[in-house]
């Protein structure tokens, strides 16, 4: 094949989003599929990755929809102001179940999936809340100690897992920087990353020892190398692209990360267009 005809056939490395839609969130797979959350209304939006071309599945319950992922066929959303998080049916956007976190003023700001159940981080309260992965028994509360210290602002936002397969990794929005936990104990232990700072931290992504982070109002995902404990890392690289606008979080498929443009910059209007962009780690 002539690199004319593979040119015309390579995916799409920018996605359009519905007008109007305030992206926030992203999950990928499985397969060539991306799902794009609304910070304004909840609604989910599905992309063929190799066309580009997509739908929204589920309307939303017109409250935000944020962090996401998938495992299998469901999809685990957190859900912002609403101190809750729901479990849709990746294929149809059917909400299979609905749980309600905590009654304390929250924000519910994004989840990772384990063995255990899915793990939600809280921007407002010291605690993550774990929902069971077949829907049947109560909500986990885990307090967060150790050296992490909540402040005014956005604190824990952007999980994921450690290398271990066990631990959680989180970054703190307001402070810059990123924690280890024990999800048996709620202790954290601060990441040393030599010095480095990751300022406006939001979105957080690991594949193995390598963790994307995206700092969100600075157009950056900062490549950071961590032991195979997680007790420390190196930036070893920043993403950029003159196409960012304000990313908040990213996820991978195949070859290539995708982050959607929250705009926050830009203020929102139904006619407002937003958009996924794709680079290469």
Not at 151 to 165: R, S, V
Not at 175 to 196: I, N, R
């Amino acid at each position: 094949m002539g690199a004319t005809a593979q040119a015309a056939t390579a995916p799409p490395d920018q996605i359009a989003l519905p007008a109007g839609f305030q992206p926030e969130g992203i999950a990928a797979g499985p397969g060539p599929v991306a799902f794009v959350s609304s910070r304004s209304s909840g609604a989910i939006y599905r992309a063929d990755l190799e066309t580009g071309k997509g739908t929204v599945i589920n309307k939303g319950p017109g409250t935000p929809s944020l962090g996401m992922e998938t495992l299998g066929d469901k999809l685990y959303v957190a859900g912002g102001r609403a101190g809750d998080a729901r479990t849709l049916d990746a294929k149809t956007g059917e909400v299979l179940q609905n749980f309600k976190l905590t009654d304390k003023a929250s924000f519910i700001n994004d989840v990772v999936v384990t063995k255990e159940g899915a793990w939600y981080t809280d921007s407002t309260n010291p605690t993550l809340y774990m929902t069971p992965l077949d829907g049947c028994g109560p909500v986990t509360t885990l307090p967060l100690t150790g050296d992490i210290v909540y402040k005014d602002g956005f604190n824990a936002n952007g999980i994921t897992m450690a290398p271990d397969g066990h631990s959680l990794l989180l970054i703190q929005s307001n402070a810059g920087k990123l924690f280890k936990v024990d999800p048996a104990t709620g202790v954290t232990k601060a990441v040393d990353l030599h010095g480095e700072v990751l300022t406006a931290g939001d979105g957080l992504y690991a594949d193995g020892t390598t963790a994307y982070a995206v700092q969100n109002q600075l157009n950056t995902v900062a490549v950071i190398e961590l032991n195979a404990d997680a007790t420390e890392g190196k930036i070893v690289k920043k993403l950029t692209d003159p196409r960012f606008d304000v990313p908040t979080s990213v996820a991978q498929a195949g070859d290539r990360l995708y982050l959607p443009n929250a705009r926050f910059n830009t203020k929102p209007a139904p006619d407002t267009p937003y958009d996924v962009i794709s680079v290469q780690p």
